[in-house]
């Protein structure tokens, strides 16, 4: 994540994904805790692919020793976007589909390998497998864009003409 996070504040377009202390790729969220709370680790990366090891921690469980579905999904946003972050560092995910094919098991490291499928000016295409010693459990892809540039910056805009007013919410889009 970008160093200064007082510069956000002023333009919140500075914002980018850079290597933390530890050299890892982490979300707004995680990059104060330099650790990944989703448990995703890079294994090991080429140019159009990045192999992650995966371990649901236990309080994402979403059923007795599986994980939320929603942890899943969270960690192929995560691993879908460092494939492309080495290379564009201002991304936004626009749409994610994810195959759910086996039940993930808690507390198991898992290999998870993403790849750039395709990429044109703002548009990327990735997709990505995570496997239990080689049987695959879940599939994603997901259209990633290159954001715009006042892309924060319009939607704090947009955000801020919805403040509650006392004439009742507004309705502009
Ligand atoms: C290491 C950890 C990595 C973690 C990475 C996590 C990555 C994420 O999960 S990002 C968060 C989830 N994704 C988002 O929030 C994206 C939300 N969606 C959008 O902003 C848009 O739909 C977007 C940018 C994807 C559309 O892209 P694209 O299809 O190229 O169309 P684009 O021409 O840019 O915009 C289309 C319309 O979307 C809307 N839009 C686009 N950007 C914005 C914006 N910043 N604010 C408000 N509306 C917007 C507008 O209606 C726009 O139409 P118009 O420009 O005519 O008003």
């Known amino acids: 994540m970008a160093e200064d996070p007082g510069a956000f504040a002023e333009d919140p377009d500075a914002f980018t994904i850079e290597p933390s202390p530890s050299g ?3 979300c707004g969220g995680c990059a104060p ?4 709370r989703l448990g995703v680790e890079i294994a090991e990366a080429r140019d159009d692919a990045v192999r992650f090891e995966v371990v649901c921690p236990p309080f994402w469980h979403g059923g ?5 579905g929603g942890w899943t999904a969270a960690v192929f946003d995560d ?3 460092i494939v492309a972050l080495r290379i564009e560092p201002r991304l936004v995910t626009k ?11 808690v507390g198991r490291p898992m290999d998870l390998l993403a790849r750039i499928e395709r990429h044109s000016g703002r548009r990327w295409e990735v997709s990505a497998e995570m496997t ?7 599939t994603a892809r ?22 509650p007013s006392p004439n009742g919410p507004h309705a502009e889009s």
Do not use: I
């Not at 805790?33 to 990944?36: A, G, P, R, Y």
């Not at 749409?95 to 759910?100: K, N, Q, T």
């Open 24 to 26: 890892r790729l982490l």
């Open 33 to 36: 805790h330099d650790v990944c």
């Open 64 to 68: 007795p020793g599986v994980a939320h």
């Open 79 to 81: 691993a879908l976007n």
């Open 95 to 105: 749409s994610l589909a994810v195959r759910y094919l086996r039940p993930v098991p």
């Open 132 to 138: 239990l010693t080689g049987t695959p459990l879940a």
């Open 142 to 163: 997901a259209e990633l864009r290159t954001r715009r540039p006042h892309h924060f910056a319009r939607h704090e805009a947009w955000l801020a003409r919805r403040s």
